[in-house]
């Protein structure tokens, strides 16, 4: 390194400095020697003196120069040393710089969906600190994002492959519920049939649940979608008949209030693995309270069972693993024999922000709280108020009383010796055989009043209003009883659903029978069988 | 029931209900129904108390005035054996009352019905 030598001159004075003290006394011993010594040898010493010093000079010069050499050499490594070690220095902080700040706003970028080439550009090349980035850190960044890609590609797509099955399972099962619906529809009055169809269908609803869950934790959200405002009610009946041992779970004190149709089923879902929970880790014959309050946030629901407590590891692995599902953790978490309820109930509520927490139970076992936030709820009418399948049955029932209301005083009368009947009546409807439709006809028409036309007054038809009694007796028309009588339900109020003619009160079955009494050719669907005329609101 | 095949409704999302049958029949197995028929007619007893079932209460208010099991069925929407399984805790609760629907002895006699034809055919 030339810059760092020293000028010339310097060197050359620095080298005569060092050589002239041994010169000097070598030359001094030359020639205290030549004096001492006599004159004959005189001439030989001064020549080995001579001749000394010259050896002696020479070898202090050369020695000089090693030294000033050396020295000169050791500030050159000295200086590249510092040099070196403040580059390590450097090239410490930028790995350090690239680990924690380049590394993980690269691979922030990359989950939001860039892709690496992207990302490289928007990250590196964009930021002046990092854009003279040695190329081979630009590579390692690119691999490292390209692997990471490539990752999330592959485990997207498998998780993509789960809930790819997980909803074609859940469309059997939806289609097979709907089918087992009919089923138990079409074979209500068969006992037997009917109790076995319910369990097949409970049986469908827990491989439905499974299938759910599946499908949320390979990160969907549940596919079914209510199109409109269910009660709490129900949606906490819906999540119990998705567990195994739903006749455990007693519904307490249930706020009334409806949830909006999109946070449904993820609702439903959530509250049937918390009640799965609660029921699963709790003795057989202990009960699971659901209760249902507003708070502040919205609704708590709150699960408590009588199982043994949390001990506060558990509780805390419990919790633990609430969080990490809300955290987002991947299915690789849940280990060989999943326990997927916390996860699943983890992930349902970071999707929805719910909040979800255990605690000790008052009964002992452990208390969960789901806190439905107030934007899942409203107070507005749900469609069918009623809780229950009879969704209509709560607003036709209101309405019938309504439309009873004027009709009860007329109806008192015979309704008083109707319910003495059974003190003197034999109480015995286990025994008798079911009447044949002929034999049934007989005795629909009982005749307790007479109107001023001279007509009979049915004590069934008193759902209409008294005025009408007299029309279906027009045979012109066979169907006119039933349009009349559909008219009279309207008119009642009987029918808010609108034209669909399924809220037609199913009751008017009774007009097949007015016109069979009036001998009115009847309308063949309706005497078939009694459970098709039953059944006729229905098929309307 | 060789019926002509009924039509089959088509399953509308809209009126299904999150909850499935069993929910409201209770505990499949356990239960033995009471002996009831279509056209068994119901009355209720007492007004619906809070811990009955909502299908229950609303049976009860139903039922204020006698009504046949078919009809219930109709109105809550349900089938009949759901019914009867509501009806038969609804029974051994003492809320309701079953009795048979009134058989042709106690009918009004011939004369009566004769009575009736008259009065058609004037119309």
Redesign the interface.
Known sequence: MVRVESPPIDRETSVARAVLLPVLLMGGATAAAAAVVSAAARIPVVWCGAVATVAVVALSVQLARRARDLRSQRAVYERRFADLERRIATHDDETVRLSKELLPAAIHRLRVGNSPEEVLRDVVDADEMYRELPDAQRTLVYTVLNIIDNEEAMRDSAQRAFVNVARRVQAIVHRQ??EL??M????????DV??DL??I??GT?LIGRLADSIAVLGGARPSR????P?PL???L?????RILE??RVDLHSIAKVAIIGTA?EPL?HACAELLDNATRYSPPQTRVHVTAVEVQTGIAIEIEDGGVSLSEEARARAENMLARAQAGSNMNDLGESPRLGMAVVGRLARMYDLQVSLRQSAYGGVRAVLIVPRAMITTGPA?GI?????????P??DI??EA?KHV?PA?RKP?TP??Q??AT?P??????P??PAA??E??????TEWTA????QRRSR?RAPLGSH?LP??PADPTAGQRNGYANGHANGHGPGGPGG?EQ???L?LEAFTNA??GVPQDPKTD?????A??K???K | MNSPRRERRTADPALSDPERLYVITGDPDGSERAQLDLVTMIVAQAQPTPTVQPEQAVILRLCQAPLSVAEISAYLGLPFSVVTSLLTELLAAGLIESRAPIVRATLPDRSLLEAVMHGLQKL
């Open positions: 519920a709907s619906r009919e138990e529809e079409h074979h209500g009055r068969n006992p009917f109790d319910l369990r269908d409970h609803a979608q209510w199109p409109k269910v009610f129900s949606v009946r819906g999540a119990m008949s739903y006749p449904v439903i469609p009623a809780h229950g399948i009879g969704a209509t049955s709560r036709t029932s019938d009383q009873m009860v109806r309704r109707v319910a009947r059974p009546g109480v015995a409807p286990a025994t008798r079911v009447v034999a049934m007989d005795d629909v028409p009982v005749v036309g001279g007509l009979p008193g007299n007796a027009q399924k009160p199913p009751g079955w009494v009036n078939e069988d009694s459970d098709d039953w059944d609101g229905d098929l």
